[in-house]
Structure formats: structure tokens, C-alpha cells
């Protein structure tokens, strides 16, 4: 999913999937994921781990239906992780008390909180960024993922307007990829700010009308080669 706060016509709300060696792994989980994977023959049981930026519906809507559904067809050793603890028992009380659905081990629940380096699994490593898009201790966080010898960078949403938040580490080190979001700011504004970024290239996600429309205009000022994402583009690194 590619789209900004609210799903429109041929973008559903955001989510970005990794693979590699026939493992996925989730960014957000806005778009209604099982409804795809099912639509798509791809299986469920292949994700391994889901990574929440913060907890605006758009970003954790499919969630539900994803953790229900794996624990219907008993798919063991998904790790969900929420920015902070917060979040995390919020939802630990709406899955028990209203969707009477069991917490076990068939889905490990974390919190971030204020840690870096939240997983490893043999295959990637995620380290997380805490960011200012939501007004509360750790209540939003950015990804960087290391596979393969590959570094890519998700920004998730950053603060309103200014995305003074966004991160830095994007300045002192290379990586293969930076996924931006597009949406919580004006492009025509922020050019300088994205064009310091250390990166092969740019993919521009979480897109409003307004910088959709801008792209064409602004994105070439960029020294850096940039993708505006459409719903189910595979991009490989």
C-alpha cells in the first residue's frame, strides 16, 4: 500500500513488504494484507515479522485481520513489533477483551520503547530511529534494514511540516535505498533537506495529491535517481 491517510483508487494505505530468501517481512500493515497475499497466492506463513511505525489506523488496520487469520490456519513464529509499551498493551487488551482472540506464542507481541537494535534474525537486521510524528515518548520510529549487504532506510511518517525528524543517520551513512514518506510536507520546500540523504536512490511512498502533483516538477532537482511507488511495484536491490 502506497497511499496517504485514506486508501484511494488504486492505492491502499500504506505497507511495505520485504523479502529475502523467501522470508517477509512487513512494514506497517495499513493495507488489508491478508486480503492481498490471499488474492496474490502468496502465504502467510512466509512473514516473519511486522514492524510498526506508529499507530495511526492507516499504518495498523490490516494488522488485525493478519494476526487472525495466521492464528486460524495455526502459522507459528510471527514477532510483531509496536513503538512502545503503550501501544503494545492497548492492543494486548483489545485483542483479549473484544476480539476474544488468544495472545500466545503463535505471535510474539514487543514494544521498541527506546531501543536500537530490536531484531536479527540470520537474515536482516532492523535497528530502529525514534521520530517526532507522534507527540509522545517513542510514539513513532523510522527502520533501517540490513540484508544481504544491503542498507535501506523507511522514514515512516515524520513531523508535520517541517520533518525536522528526519533522519540523520540518512546524512552519515550510504545506503542502497531511503524510502520517504510524501505526505507531511511540502516537497517544493523540503528538496534541499532530502538532497543531503547518503543514497542510490530515493523511493517516495505514503503519497498525497499534492506531492504527487509536484513530482514531475521538483523530484528532478534531486542528485539522486527517485521512484514515486505505485501499489504492488517490486523493487530490487
Same mark, same amino acid.
Given at each position: 500500500?502506497?497511499?496517504?491517510? %485514506?486508501?484511494?483508487? #488504486?492505492?491502499?494505505?500504506?505497507?511495505?513488504?520485504?523479502?529475502?530468501?523467501?522470508?517477509?517481512?512487513?512494514?506497517?500493515?495499513?493495507?488489508?494484507?491478508?486480503?492481498?497475499?490471499?488474492?496474490?497466492?502468496?502465504?502467510?506463513?512466509?512473514?516473519?515479522?511486522?514492524?510498526? @511505525?506508529?499507530?495511526?489506523?492507516?499504518?495498523?488496520?490490516?494488522?488485525? #485481520?493478519?494476526?487472525?487469520?495466521?492464528?486460524?490456519?495455526?502459522?507459528? #513464529?510471527?514477532?510483531?513489533?509496536?513503538?512502545?509499551?503503550?501501544?503494545?498493551?492497548?492492543?494486548?487488551?483489545?485483542?483479549?477483551?473484544? %476480539?476474544?482472540?488468544?495472545?500466545?506464542?503463535?505471535?510474539?507481541?514487543?514494544?521498541?520503547?527506546?531501543?536500537?537494535?530490536?531484531?536479527?534474525? #540470520?537474515?536482516?537486521?532492523?535497528?530502529?530511529?525514534?521520530?517526532?510524528?507522534?507527540?509522545?515518548?517513542?510514539?513513532?520510529?523510522?527502520?533501517?534494514?540490513?540484508?544481504?549487504?544491503?542498507?535501506? %532506510?523507511?522514514?515512516?511518517?515524520?513531523?508535520?511540516?517541517?520533518?525536522?525528524?528526519?533522519?540523520?543517520?540518512?546524512?552519515?551513512?550510504?545506503?542502497?535505498?531511503?524510502?520517504?514518506?510524501?505526505?507531511?510536507?511540502?516537497?517544493?520546500?523540503?528538496?534541499?533537506?532530502?538532497?543531503? @540523504?547518503?543514497?542510490?536512490?530515493?523511493?517516495?511512498?505514503?503519497?498525497?495529491?499534492?506531492?504527487?502533483?509536484?513530482?514531475?516538477?521538483?523530484?528532478?532537482? %534531486?542528485?539522486?535517481?527517485?521512484?514515486?511507488?505505485?501499489?504492488?511495484?517490486?523493487?530490487?536491490?
Amino acid at each position: 500500500g502506497s497511499s496517504h491517510g %485514506l486508501a484511494e483508487e #488504486g492505492r491502499f494505505c500504506t505497507c511495505l513488504m520485504i523479502e529475502v530468501s523467501g522470508n517477509k517481512y512487513l512494514i506497517d500493515a495499513g493495507a488489508p494484507v491478508q486480503d492481498i497475499f490471499i488474492n496474490k497466492g502468496w502465504d502467510l506463513k512466509e512473514i516473519k515479522a511486522a514492524f510498526i @511505525t506508529h499507530m495511526h489506523d492507516d499504518h495498523i488496520l490490516g494488522l488485525q #485481520g493478519l494476526c487472525s487469520h495466521r492464528l486460524y490456519i495455526n502459522a507459528p #513464529g510471527m514477532k510483531v513489533f509496536y513503538p512502545n509499551s503503550y501501544a503494545l498493551e492497548a492492543y494486548k487488551k483489545y485483542a483479549v477483551n473484544i %476480539l476474544h482472540f488468544p495472545v500466545d506464542d503463535r505471535i510474539e507481541f514487543s514494544a521498541v520503547d527506546n531501543k536500537s537494535e530490536i531484531y536479527d534474525d #540470520g537474515n536482516i537486521k532492523v535497528k530502529a530511529i525514534s521520530t517526532m510524528h507522534i507527540n509522545e515518548e517513542n510514539g513513532s520510529k523510522a527502520y533501517i534494514i540490513e540484508a544481504e549487504g544491503k542498507q535501506l %532506510l523507511f522514514t515512516g511518517d515524520l513531523k508535520w511540516d517541517d520533518i525536522s525528524d528526519y533522519p540523520k543517520v540518512s546524512y552519515e551513512e550510504d545506503f542502497d535505498g531511503v524510502f520517504c514518506e510524501f505526505t507531511h510536507y511540502c516537497i517544493d520546500k523540503q528538496v534541499e533537506r532530502l538532497s543531503k @540523504t547518503k543514497t542510490k536512490k530515493m523511493f517516495f511512498y505514503h503519497v498525497n495529491p499534492y506531492n504527487f502533483n509536484m513530482a514531475p516538477k521538483v523530484l528532478p532537482l %534531486l542528485p539522486f535517481p527517485f521512484i514515486v511507488v505505485k501499489d504492488m511495484d517490486v523493487i530490487e536491490f
